[in-house]
């Protein structure tokens, strides 16, 4: 989400426009093979919650590349408040013991699940496991009750976003742009 720029703001502001891109699925998928498997994947743990200070870990090591900071805004109040939520899920992905990437599940709109976060660790990028997560976390998403899962990405985001998630059976139902001040997107 990005905050309002007051008009002083705007001398030092770098802004960029970004296209905001949402994707959905309101179908189960049907038939659906087992998840393959990957010698190299230790396991998938869900933190259940993490620790503050291991979410942004994961939030500011995963998100470097593609510039995320909403999270980096949020005092570790808040941040605890939206992670120990019970119907926020934050899945951990490990490949011989070191953590690769994660994906974040927000249940809290009934119906509704959210892919909140997805990502790899920058080492982990262009092995195929990022598909992999994806389709463990949407075999996640969907239980009892649940109407429709989605996500959105941007410009700012891998060039393959798109793409993948489309193979993965989500559609474009919106697309919005929006101005990022990257002054703010890469303060750490």
């Given at each position: 989400?990005s905050?309002?720029?007051?008009?002083?703001?705007l001398?030092?502001?770098?802004l960029v426009e970004?296209t905001?891109?949402?994707?959905e699925?309101?179908e189960?998928?049907?038939?659906?093979?087992p998840l393959?498997?990957?010698s190299?994947?230790?396991?998938v743990?869900?933190?259940?919650?993490p620790?503050?200070?291991?979410?942004r870990?994961?939030?500011?090591?995963?998100?470097?590349p593609?510039?995320w900071?909403?999270?980096?805004?949020?005092?570790d109040?808040?941040?605890l408040?939206?992670?120990?939520?019970?119907?926020?899920e934050?899945?951990?992905?490990?490949?011989r013991?070191t953590?690769?990437?994660?994906v974040?599940?927000?249940r809290?709109?009934e119906?509704?699940?959210?892919?909140?976060y997805f990502?790899l660790?920058?080492?982990f990028?262009g092995?195929?496991l990022?598909?992999?997560l994806?389709?463990?976390?949407?075999?996640?998403?969907?239980?009892?009750?649940v109407r429709r899962?989605?996500?959105?990405?941007?410009?700012?985001?891998?060039?393959s976003?798109?793409?993948?998630y489309?193979?993965?059976?989500?559609?474009?139902y919106?697309r919005?742009v929006?101005m990022?001040d990257m002054r703010?997107?890469?303060r750490?």
């Open positions: 989400m905050r309002t720029l007051d008009f002083e703001d001398s030092e502001a770098e970004v905001v891109t949402f994707l699925s309101r189960r998928p049907r038939a659906v093979a393959a498997s990957r190299d994947v230790s396991g743990i869900r933190a259940d919650p620790s503050v200070s291991f979410y870990f994961l939030y500011d090591t995963v998100g470097a593609w510039h900071y909403e999270r980096r805004e949020l005092s109040a808040a941040l408040a939206i992670i120990e939520d019970p119907k926020v934050v899945y951990v992905v490990y490949v013991g953590p690769a990437g994660y974040e599940l927000d809290r709109v119906g509704d699940v959210e892919v909140a990502g660790m920058p080492e990028i092995r195929g990022g598909t992999w994806l389709d463990f976390g949407l075999r996640k998403a969907w239980r009892q009750g899962v989605w996500l959105h990405t941007c410009t700012l985001d891998h060039p976003a798109i793409s993948m489309q193979r993965a059976g989500l559609v474009v919106d919005k929006k990022v703010r997107a890469r750490v």
